[in-house]
């Protein structure tokens, strides 16, 4: 196979490899930790979007059910202006309620709950790890990046071991503010949409390494990009170039190791070039003696996404050449070549 076909079939399946398309987030899980402390504090506070059920005891005229506007505000049938409910309990709210209840109704007794709370959207983790989720932060409770993987039950072979956080929401109240020093700015377009990167090998260390999860987050972690090994190496195959990096005789060794015909004093790398991308053909090739980097003669080559790496098979001396003829004598034909009077071996 020519180095030029070789390239071309590896091309075509890098194409198929980006094809594939992610898994969408699965079922939810509703957290609240046992082993995170919940600091006292006013309870629950109500914004946008939360529905609210009001039961007024022996008074079914003045039972309602309302969503919170994006306002904030909540729209009361009986009263001809909306109750701000935004950043309030339900008990701070249910004595606005009774307030205006009591103008049609002595010492009424009035119920209110919020029934939906989608002012808070979950969080959700997906791209790649073993389980996609949404999480369902329980207010009070302060969900980290280590929790969300644990949820998903940690990231899956094929990992970066990269994850970028997209903090979709605004926070709804000044008490969801705390240690989030990265908000949304409202006059932004959805396509920038604030994001931060963070190491799965850092998050052990803690603190910013690993941050704190809000409603509305995006956790995504990213697929790590291949690079490719084929030629006169045991298992040629992709392999998958993580945070820490591959250098080309590591990556070497993980596809086994070369084959006794491997020419290892030139073995070509095919780099993607500046500004390009990994299906262009027309590549940046580059050579590197294996026997010199082994020697530590010649410094290793840190291998790049999408790098293509081939390893030639050496030409025979003509004396192994003749002598492999003289073993096939009996066995094997030679014929001469039609247009360059040549010889061609072939096996009946």
């Given at each position: ?43 629950y506070l109500i914004g946008p979007g939360d529905v609210i059920a009001v039961r007024v005891l022996g008074e079914k005229d003045f ?5 919170v506007d994006e306002d904030g505000k909540l729209e009361v049938p009986f009263s001809e202006t909306p109750i701000l409910a935004k ?262």
């Amino acid at each position: 196979m020519t180095v030029k076909t070789t390239l071309l079939a590896i091309l075509s399946l890098m194409l198929g490899a980006l094809a594939y398309g992610q898994t969408a987030p699965s079922s939810g899980v509703d957290l609240l930790p046992t082993s995170i402390k919940i600091t006292p504090n006013r309870g629950y506070l109500i914004g946008p979007g939360d529905v609210i059920a009001v039961r007024v005891l022996g008074e079914k005229d003045f039972d309602f059910t309302a969503t919170v506007d994006e306002d904030g505000k909540l729209e009361v049938p009986f009263s001809e202006t909306p109750i701000l409910a935004k950043c309030r309990t339900e008990r701070e709210l249910r004595a606005d309620v009774i307030t205006y209840v009591k103008k049609y109704v002595k010492q009424p007794d009035v119920g209110l709950a919020v029934t939906e709370r989608n002012s808070r959207p979950p969080a959700v983790i997906w791209g790649e790890v073993n389980q996609p989720h949404e999480v369902v932060i329980k207010w009070g409770a302060k969900p980290t990046l280590a929790y969300m993987l644990a949820a998903a039950q940690g990231a899956r072979e094929g990992s970066s071991g990269l994850v970028q956080i997209f903090r979709t929401k605004n926070p709804v109240c000044e008490e969801d503010i705390e240690g989030n020093t990265w908000l949304v700015d409202p006059n932004n377009s959805a396509s920038e949409v604030p994001s931060k990167m963070f190491s799965i090998a850092e998050m052990a260390k803690g603190g910013d390494s690993n941050p704190r999860v809000y409603p509305g987050d995006i956790v995504f972690v990213l697929k790590a990009a291949p690079v490719y090994i084929n030629g006169e190496v045991v298992e040629p195959k992709g392999i998958w170039l993580t945070e820490q990096g591959i250098s080309l005789q590591e990556a070497i060794a993980r596809a086994g190791g070369v084959r006794a015909e491997a020419k290892t004093k030139d073995v070509h790398i095919y780099l993607v070039k500046p500004g390009g991308n990994a299906m262009d053909r027309d590549r940046v090739q580059i050579s590197a003696n294996l026997e010199l980097i082994k020697l530590k003669q010649q410094s290793d080559i840190m291998l790049q996404p999408n790098d293509i790496i081939v390893v030639d098979r050496t030409k025979d001396s003509l004396g192994v050449t003749m002598l492999k003829f003289a073993i096939g004598i009996g066995k094997t034909a030679a014929t001469a070549s039609a247009t360059g009077g040549g010889y061609r071996i072939s096996t009946p």
